[in-house]
């Protein structure tokens, strides 16, 4: 079993930063991407940003600049590091991880963590 928990989403001002964290647990073998999606009200899902383990980053347009993904493959966490927070923002966040492999097996899956709230204020 893999479990994916997000945490340190919270409520900040426009301008403002926060640091978000995701830790996949289990007997996990390896993961190819890992990575941030996120939703807001009446609004789909979207990538925000994605981090392959070979080091190749995706981000949506409108975070570029200000957003930075990175991941520790020894912890399997991924980070993203959020700058000049806009209230656009504001979204429910959730942790990706793609092409899990669990110890043992040849199967690769996705997991999604539950998500957490991000609120930007104007």
């Known amino acids: 079993q893999v479990q994916l928990v997000e945490s340190w989403g919270g409520l900040v001002q426009a301008g403002g930063s926060l640091r978000l964290s995701c830790a996949a647990s289990?007997?996990?073998?390896?993961?190819?991407?890992m990575g941030w999606y996120r939703q807001a009200p009446g609004k789909q899902r979207e990538l925000v940003a994605l981090?392959?383990?070979?080091?190749?980053?995706n981000y949506t347009d409108s975070v570029k600049g200000r957003f930075t993904v990175s991941r520790d493959n020894t912890k399997n966490s991924v980070y993203l590091q959020m700058n000049s927070l806009k209230p656009d923002d504001t979204a429910v966040y959730y942790c990706?991880?793609?092409?899990?492999?669990?110890?043992?097996?040849?199967?690769?899956?996705?997991?999604w963590g539950q998500g957490t709230q991000v609120t930007v204020s104007s």
């Open positions: 990706n991880a793609d092409g899990v492999r669990i110890r043992y097996y040849s199967m690769y899956r996705t997991y």
């Open positions: 289990g007997t996990i073998f390896s993961i190819n991407a």
């Open positions: 981090l392959s383990s070979g080091g190749t980053t």
